[in-house]
């Protein structure tokens, strides 16, 4: 099983090699990903680098080209593939079918990998891909159930890859558009979600307010922890009940489920986190790398470490860790 | 242009479901969607009973098509699609990709709705091929993304081949999720739901700490907390747009298809928004913006 880490910058890229990883997903310095923040992603000069790097170390490199292409402007989508081709990365992980039916047709060779914004979630779907696309790898939403997730592994032959680790997003990837109705931007059309540029934090004599878009988020006290204002982790109001009313502010933490995911199959275990730093990325690729290493090495007697918990709540949102929608009680 | 009755998206009794498509047959709507596309646990009408009510209401002057399931998760939903996909009379309007596969593979002609990921000329040109009829832009996208993947499609030479259609009016669906909101308020588990929903007829309004509308719950889908009204921008839609959906919330969306009409027909004047409604979507803004 792959440990595939995220890399939203050179130093990061290099660390998580360093730390472990088997493979390092980046991408480039515009909206063609879905991490389009400013300060983050490759430009051609550190993508040239940061491939060598992964190839000195004989580990993988793949490139997320995850959004969108707007009419009139997909050359800068297909360019995006031309130099995942030209950097000889290992696989371009692509959403949109005008991007796929590109590099399909292009690259024959290219490894295709579907990305979660194309939200496949059943095998109709997944075949839709494989057989238009050649896709060898699919990246599921983090809308399945482990039992779903072992129906889809029994039904179809394409890798399948699922999300371990990092910020939760708890609708269908790539069919949410809750950012665009309070923005304007959304992670398929701008490549981001809940855009910092609309953040506003706020000391007023009900307590620190986020908001987004002018639009009140969260109020915290003195006592409480302040987390970044992504709108459906927010606290809103459902008949005077006042509550995260779509989802707490927490991460997905799936190192419990190592043991099921090996017997299940899964190709690759990816960690969200292109917008963190590389000490978030040295820290959550180190307890990974152990965590299945230790799998491997004695699977009967595999547990989780508490040290190893310890440092994965520090670098989660709110500090607290969940198994989402792979736990049924979670939905 | 035409007009479409989208497909409910609540929970609806089976009687009170079964009257409003009865008194619908008789409003102006040209075009009538219907089906369960949120939550498969909904079985007030089960995918059999929605195919026989599109059949019976089919050949009497109305268009029906029959609506799928925007998320699939599990083998049985996936089976429910097949069923209807497999209806040998109407045709389809695919919320998932997973439903162009199957819709594509027995060539039966379908629309592309809103929840699938259709962005630019080059999927429709190849959506076309697969059989594509009709396409429903994905709600977030404005006039003027519009207009470019149309001058896209028309120098592909496929403009003619598809018709396009605009949410214009209603609670926008804007994601989907495993989780079921509804049930959550109610501090139920999904496995354990009840079906509350049916307890919420337009979904469950929720608000910022400062009395803000921002969403409607309904199941797992959530919506705009405003209700999308594209009423006073018929007329930036000609020549764009061959179909304005409504989608129904109560028997009030069969007076608001006439408004709608007189628009069409040009009979009509600027409405005044209430501060609950939106249309900033469709002019590049911020959906629940409202561009007077």
């Known amino acids: ?331 | 242009m035409k007009l479409s009755l989208g497909p409910l998206l609540y929970y609806w009794p089976k009687q009170t479901t079964e009257d409003f498509y009865q008194q619908a047959l008789s409003s102006d709507a040209d075009i009538i969607y219907l089906g369960e596309t949120v939550c498969s646990k909904r079985r007030e009408l089960k995918a059999r009973d929605w195919i026989n009510l599109a059949k019976a209401l089919n050949n009497q002057g109305k268009e029906i098509v029959l609506s799928s399931m925007a998320l699939l998760e599990a083998p049985s939903e996936v089976k429910v699609l097949k069923q209807l996909c497999e209806n040998g009379e109407l045709s389809v309007e695919a919320n998932d990709i997973g439903a162009i596969q199957l819709l594509s593979e027995k060539k039966v002609p379908f629309v592309c709705g809103p929840a699938i990921n259709c962005y630019n000329a080059h999927v429709l040109k190849l959506f076309v091929n697969q059989g594509m009829q009709r396409w429903v832009m994905p709600v977030e996208l404005s006039r003027d993304w519009l207009q470019k993947a149309l001058i896209d499609a028309q120098a592909m030479g496929i403009r003619e081949h598809f018709e396009v259609e605009v949410f214009a009016h209603g609670h926008l669906p804007l994601a989907y999720s495993a989780r079921c909101f509804t049930a959550r308020s109610e501090n139920k588990a999904k496995d354990d739901c009840e079906l509350c929903c049916i307890k919420y007829p337009q979904g469950r309004i929720t608000s910022t700490q400062e009395g803000q509308q921002v969403f409607v719950l309904n199941g797992i889908q959530t919506q705009s907390g405003y209700c999308y009204n594209l009423l006073n921008d018929v007329e930036s839609m000609r020549g764009l747009v061959d179909v304005v959906r409504v989608s129904p919330s109560s028997l009030d969306s069969l007076a608001t298809l006439q408004q709608f009409k007189q628009q069409i027909l040009g009979d009509s004047q600027t409405i005044k928004h209430d501060n609950l409604q939106c249309n900033g979507y469709w002019h590049k803004i911020a959906g629940l913006s409202l561009h007077q």
Request: proline share 4%.
């Open chain 1, 1 to 331: 099983m792959e440990l595939l880490c995220p890399a939203g910058s050179l130093p990061a890229l290099k660390t998580a090699i360093d730390c472990g990883a088997d493979a390092v997903y980046v991408g480039l310095k515009d909206d063609t990903n879905a991490r389009h923040f400013a300060g983050l992603n490759f430009n051609d000069k550190k993508l040239a680098k940061g491939a060598q790097y992964v190839r000195d170390h004989n580990k993988h490199l793949h490139v997320a080209i995850n959004t969108f292409a707007h009419p009139g402007e997909q050359k800068r989508w297909f360019n995006a593939v031309d130099k995942c081709v030209d950097l000889g990365a290992n696989a371009a992980i692509i959403a949109d079918i005008a991007t796929l039916d590109y590099a399909v047709n292009k690259y024959p060779e290219l490894e295709l990998h579907l990305s979660v914004q194309a939200s496949a979630t059943n095998t109709a779907a997944i075949d839709f891909y494989q057989k238009n696309f050649n896709i060898k790898r699919v990246v599921l939403p983090r809308v399945l159930s482990i039992h779903q997730v072992k129906q889809l592994s029994r039904n179809t032959d394409v890798d399948l890859e699922v999300f371990a680790f990092g910020s939760l997003c708890i609708m269908a990837e790539g069919r949410c558009y809750l950012s665009s109705y309070f923005t304007g931007e959304s992670p398929n059309t701008v490549g981001a979600c809940s855009p910092a540029k609309y953040v506003r934090w706020q000391e007023t004599d009900n307590g620190l307010e986020s908001r987004l878009n002018n639009i009140l988020i969260d109020r915290y006290q003195s006592n409480e922890k302040a987390g970044y204002p992504t709108l459906c982790k927010g606290k809103f109001t459902v008949d005077d009940q006042l509550y995260h009313a779509l989802e707490e502010p927490t991460s997905l933490n799936t190192l419990s489920m190592i043991p099921e995911l090996m017997e299940t199959g899964i190709t690759s275990v990816k960690i969200e986190g292109r917008q963190r730093s590389p000490a978030y990325v040295e820290q959550i690729t180190r307890v990974w790398r152990a965590a299945i290493d230790s799998y491997q090495q004695a699977p009967q007697q595999y547990q989780v470490k508490k040290d190893w918990d310890v440092v994965l709540a520090n670098v989660s949102e709110g500090s607290q860790t969940t198994l989402g929608a792979y736990h049924r009680d979670w939905q």
